[in-house]
C-alpha cells in the first residue's frame, strides 16, 4: 500500500485511475464472484475526485487518502445500503457511519462498496446469504468462507487493495485463511462497534482484511483507539505500525498447542503449518509445547453464547422498528409474518436456540454454565501466555470447500473450531496465509498473542509471510 500512496503522492497517478481501476476489477468479476452486494460506482469516483482535489492543494487527509477499501454489509454507512446480507434489511439506509467507516472517511479512502457475507454474520462460508454465495477467487466452485466470505474474495480477486469485516468466531480469519489473504481479530474493544449491526456483542470485533501483513497493520492503526460512542470499548491507545524486523524472532517463545494438531485437521494444512513453525525455529525462535484443553469446550461454550446474544440482538426486527414490514390484521401476525419472511433459515435456527438457552427452565443449566466455561478458557489462554509469547496454530481444519459441502449446520460450525477460543477470550489472532495445498487451495497459520499485543502479532506474522514467499 505504501506503493500506492507514493504513486499518489508524487502524482504519478490519480485517486479516479485507482478506483475506475477497481470499479473496472469488479464488473468485470461480478456477479459471477459476488463479493459485493452493492457497488457505489457513483459515490467512490466522487470521493476519489475529493481527495486529487486536496492532493492538488497539498492538503491530504493522510498519506491513503484516495485508496479505496470495500465495506462489510454489517456495518453502516451513511446513505449506502446496510443489508447485512437478509431480505429484512434490503432496503435500509443507515442515517450515520460507524464510528470504523468514519475513521476511513477521515483518512480520505473511497468506499468502492458493500461486500456480501452471511445474513446477519451468522455462518462460515457466505451460503446464508439472501444474495447468493461468495464464491472463492482460487476455486469458483468453493466457498469463500465466512462470514466474511465477500471481504475475503474481493481482497483476494483484485476488487479491493484491503476491506473491513467483523469477527465472532472466527469471521475475519477463516475466510482470509481460505481466500490467501491477511485477516486480524482485534483485542476485544480496541476497536469501536458503534455502528456495527450486532451479533454476539460481548464477541463482536471489527477488524481489517488485506493482501499483505504491513496492509493490515496500516489499516489497523487507522481503527484502534477508544471511542465514547461505544461503551464496551477499551481505555487504549492508539496503534502505530512497527518496524518490520526479520531478526527480531530470536529467543522468541511460540507455543504449540497440541489440542490443535489433532483429529479433524488435515493433513496438508498441519504439513504447511509445521513447515512454518520449523522455520520460525530455525530463525531462532523456541517451540514450546503446550496444552490448551478448554478448547474442547469452546465450540459448544461459543454457540450457547452466540444464539442467546443473537436472539436478543435481533428482537428489534420486527417490521416497526427495524426490516420490511409484512401488514396483517393485527401486531401479533405482523411480528410474526414480517419475521417468518424477513429471515433465513439459519438466522430463525439460531433465535430459536437462542431462546431456549435464555428460557427460565434452561437459563441456568445453559447460558449460565457457559459463562463459567468461558471464564475457565480466558483463564486456561491467560495462563498459556504466563509461558510463552505467542500462539501458533492452523487458522482452519481444512482448506475450502466446495459450495454445498456442509449441508448439516453442526458441521459448518465445525468450522470455527480453532477460531472461537479468541473471541471468547479477547484477545487478538491473527490469520497469514502460509501455502498452499496440492489444489493450490491456500492454507492459514493463526497467532494468538495476549490482550493489546497486536503489534508482535504482526512482527511475527511479517516473519511467516516472508519465509512463505520464499
Not at 443489508?83 to 479512502?109: E, H, I, Q, W
Not at 451468522?122 to 447468493?132: D, H, L
Not at 435456527?349 to 438457552?357: E, S
Not at 465445525?414 to 477470550?425: G, W
Amino acid at each position: 500500500m505504501r506503493n500506492l500512496a507514493h504513486l499518489l503522492e508524487t502524482r504519478q497517478v490519480s485517486s479516479r485511475e485507482i478506483v475506475e481501476h477497481y470499479l473496472g476489477e469488479i464488473k468485470q468479476q461480478e456477479p459471477d464472484l459476488n463479493a459485493f452486494i452493492t457497488v457505489d460506482d457513483v459515490g467512490a469516483l466522487a470521493q476519489a475526485d475529493a481527495a486529487d482535489m486536496r492532493r492538488s492543494q497539498g492538503n491530504p487527509l493522510s498519506p491513503w487518502d484516495g485508496i479505496p477499501i470495500a465495506v462489510k454489509d454489517n456495518i453502516s454507512t451513511k446513505g449506502l445500503k446496510t443489508t447485512c446480507a437478509s431480505r429484512f434489511l434490503s432496503n435500509y439506509k443507515p442515517l450515520f457511519d460507524a464510528s470504523v467507516v468514519r475513521s476511513l472517511r477521515d483518512a480520505g479512502m473511497p468506499i468502492l462498496g458493500k461486500t456480501n457475507l452471511d445474513e446477519f454474520a451468522m455462518g462460515s462460508s457466505t451460503e446464508y446469504s439472501a444474495y447468493g454465495v461468495a464464491r472463492n477467487p482460487h476455486d469458483r466452485t468453493r466457498v469463500s468462507g465466512g462470514s466474511s466470505g465477500g471481504s475475503a474474495a474481493a481482497v483476494a480477486a483484485g476488487e479491493a487493495p484491503w476491506s473491513l469485516g467483523t469477527d465472532t468466531g472466527g469471521s475475519i480469519r477463516q475466510p482470509a485463511s481460505f481466500c490467501g489473504v491477511v485477516g486480524l481479530k482485534p483485542t476485544y474493544g480496541w476497536v469501536s462497534r458503534y455502528g456495527v449491526v450486532a451479533l454476539a456483542p460481548s464477541l463482536d470485533q471489527v477488524g481489517p482484511m488485506a493482501r499483505t501483513v504491513e496492509d493490515a497493520a496500516i489499516l489497523f492503526s487507522l481503527l484502534a483507539g477508544p471511542d465514547p460512542k461505544d461503551a464496551t470499548s477499551a481505555d487504549a491507545r492508539n496503534f502505530e505500525v512497527p518496524f518490520w524486523d526479520d531478526q527480531f524472532v530470536k529467543d522468541l517463545k511460540i507455543g504449540v498447542p497440541e489440542e490443535f494438531f489433532g483429529e479433524g485437521l488435515h493433513p496438508d494444512v498441519e504439513k504447511a503449518v509445521r513447515r512454518s513453525l520449523r522455520t520460525l525455529e530455525g530463525q531462532g525462535a523456541t517451540l514450546v509445547p503446550i496444552s490448551l484443553a478448554t478448547n474442547d469446550y469452546a465450540i459448544d461454550t461459543y454457540l450457547t453464547l452466540v444464539t442467546a446474544e443473537a436472539s436478543s440482538s435481533l428482537a428489534r426486527y420486527d417490521g416497526v422498528r427495524y426490516g420490511e414490514r409484512v401488514h396483517a390484521a393485527d401486531s401479533n401476525t405482523m411480528f410474526s409474518k414480517s419475521r417468518a419472511a424477513g429471515f433465513g433459515p439459519e438466522v430463525k435456527r439460531r433465535i430459536m436456540l437462542g431462546t431456549y438457552v435464555l428460557s427460565a427452565s434452561h437459563y441456568e443449566a445453559y447460558y449460565e454454565q457457559a459463562q463459567r466455561v468461558r471464564t475457565l478458557i480466558k483463564l486456561d489462554v491467560l495462563d498459556a501466555f504466563k509461558q510463552v509469547d505467542v500462539i501458533i496454530t492452523p487458522t482452519t481444519p481444512t482448506t475450502a470447500f466446495t459450495i454445498g459441502a456442509k449441508r448439516n449446520p453442526l458441521e459448518m460450525y465445525l468450522s470455527d473450531l480453532f477460531t472461537a477460543m479468541a473471541n471468547l477470550s479477547g484477545i487478538p489472532a491473527l490469520s497469514v496465509p502460509c501455502g498452499t495445498d496440492p489444489k493450490g487451495l491456500p492454507i492459514g497459520l493463526q497467532i494468538m498473542g495476549s490482550h493489546f499485543r497486536e503489534e508482535l502479532l504482526f512482527k511475527v506474522g511479517y516473519v511467516v509471510e516472508r519465509s512463505a514467499a520464499r
